[in-house]
């Protein structure tokens, strides 16, 4: 089967697209070759040709029903548009010089996600200015990078959730080249890439799907525009589209992993449905290819069926993010009761997602006035969460875009690291995080129709309407954009650069303790504090143990610690000299009591050493 797109051939390039209900389709070729050449419609409404003379870099659209009175289109599954949403699509050059040929991925459980957005990562906004920075993240403990969404959007600022050519990566920066540079580079490192897609809407501004066939739909809605159509007429060429363009990513770009955005937004009723079928072909295709490779989708229905493998009844998804785990940290760390942070606050929550993952199993929420989840059931490795202290959401979806370190403190942001770096499951910082970035996160965007950008704003404030916040800064400014990039310069200056030696520190201990490095929630137990606002978390493996404590109350307080007798270590304390406790500790009645500082986390660790 012809691939969809443009690809260069030996004798030119082979063009496919999937037009249903257009009966001529031709290809537009522009620049000093400029001439017009007739597809190949088959039964099932693709539309083929293989063109002679070109090469890559040929620019090109197609005109629908061969009208040459009509303005031909951008290619729907483009994989460079090098002049933006609104220009001509162009044909890449299928080969690339790998460096990375030994690579074959890292187990899931490896994974340390440290999520960037390109455009603000750096001062140069560029996938290439990213390669600068690698060796920086895997000295930290970083193992996979995650990119939000690439796909070209509107302008050149952009979260990358208005992108509008999944399979072109965005040319503001770098374009295809500069991808798989930065992928190429990240694997000869040791540096696993993930890359965030979205398959639940495409943006509003140069979306030329509906122009070629029924890929949305009328019968559900999103959040953020129409609905694809995965269940409908046509569908198996739609999901042909996004499965393909899966594919496309891992395949011809090397990626190692896909964060699946917002798939609880995906309304697809039907028996096989899509997310699933995209799943199995990744998970086919990395079982052909001999390669680790992984999908991790991002939900709010807190369904175990989604992680859980195919063979138990699952969808057989790889992991997921655990919003759960991350609200009951920052309900706890804030205070903040407002939204959905209303059903989150008690030490016990954050308990409960240490040893359940999700907190919201068939439990009454009082956000949504009704039980909301599933519980996970017994046996999910701790590798099928992903959790957070912050990420793009969490920090951007803020009316300012405000951050962790600007919230809590440094004090707050040491113990927000702890709870996630000694946790059972796999870790995720958003960038900056590390150092304790206080340059906002905000919405931005470049679009280019002033109804557009007024709608956008209005929306944005309409948001925020019922909280005492301040106006949410304008999405459409530049200085909003350029306000976002990440202040590099602070690693150097106090207090940023002991933050990051905690961070260092937090992970080096993760990768080198048995009972941290053993991600089973099972292994996991808890003993809760409310009075002192305090959790202790007891993390076991063979021959090996540790205890956490993490402290959340504004007073110092005391509590006692089950250590199980033995001999323990302090291995990182936000307060050593606070606490007054011994390098070693001796317990033979088993008992420990220890001061807790305001906001505070202690880690003991069975034995004499690191």
Known sequence: ?????????????????????????????????????????????????????????????????????????????????????????????????????????????????????????????????????????????????????????????????DGV??????SAYGGPDGLRRLVDAAHRRGLAVVLDVVYNHLG???NVLPAYGPYFTDRYRTPWGDALNFDGRGRDEVRRFFIENALFWIGDFRIDALRLDAVHAIADPSAYPFVEELIDAVHAYRDGQGRLVHVIAESADNDARLITPNEHGGLGCDAQWNDDFHHSLHALLTGERHDYYVDYGAPADLAT???????????????????????????????????????????????????????????GVRLAAATVLCSPFLPLL?????????????????????????????????????????????????????????????RGRA??????????????????????????????????????????????????????????????????????GGTWTTLLDTHGSERGLPDTIAERDARLRVKLPPRSALVLGLGLGP
């Open 1 to 161: 089967m012809t691939r969809l797109g443009a690809w260069a051939v030996e004798d030119g390039v082979e063009f496919c697209t999937w037009a249903p209900a257009t009966s001529r389709v031709e290809v537009v070729i522009s620049g000093p070759d400029t001439r017009r050449a007739p597809l190949v419609r088959d039964e099932t409404g693709y539309h083929v040709a293989r063109v002679g003379g070109l090469a890559p870099g040929a620019r090109y659209r197609f005109s629908l029903d061969g009208d040459a009175r009509s303005r031909p289109l951008p290619d729907p599954a483009s994989r460079w548009q090098p002049d933006d949403v609104h220009g001509d699509s162009a044909v890449i050059d299928p080969a690339f010089a790998w460096s990375d040929v030994a690579w074959t991925g890292l187990p899931l459980a490896d994974y340390v996600i440290y999520e960037l957005h390109v455009g603000t990562f750096t001062p140069a906004g560029t996938f290439d200015a990213v390669i600068e920075r690698l060796d920086a993240l895997r000295d930290l403990g970083i193992t996979a990078i995650e990119l939000m969404p690439v796909a070209e959007f509107p302008g050149g600022r952009n979260w990358g959730y």
């Open 165 to 170: 050519f999944p399979y072109a990566a965005e």
């Open 204 to 206: 509003p501004e140069g």
């Open 353 to 411: 997602a240490f040893e359940h993952g999700f907190v919201y199993a068939n439990r009454y929420s009082s956000f949504r006035d009704h039980r909301h989840g599933r519980p996970a059931g017994a046996g999910l490795p701790g590798r099928r969460f992903v959790v957070f202290d912050q990420n793009h959401d969490q920090v951007g979806n803020r009316a300012a875009g405000d951050r962790i370190a600007t919230l809590v403190g440094d004090d």
């Open 430 to 490: 958003f960038m900056g995080e590390e150092y304790g970035e206080t340059n906002p996160f905000p919405y931005f965007v470049s679009h280019s129709d002033p109804a557009l950008v007024e709608a956008v704003r209005q929306g944005r404030r309409a948001e925020f309407a019922s909280l005492a916040e301040q106006e949410p800064p304008d999405p459409q400014a530049e200085a909003t954009f350029d306000g976002a990039k990440l202040d590099w310069a602070k």
């Open 495 to 564: 207090p940023h650069a002991s933050l990051l030696e905690w961070y260092r520190t937090l992970l080096a201990l993760r990768a080198s303790r048995a009972a941290l490095r053993i991600l089973d929630p099972s292994l996991v137990a808890t003993s809760v504090f409310d009075d002192e606002r305090a959790i202790v978390v007891t993390r076991r493996a063979p021959d090996d143990a540790v205890v956490i404590v993490l402290g959340f109350d504004d007073v110092p307080h005391d509590v006692e610690l089950p250590l199980g």
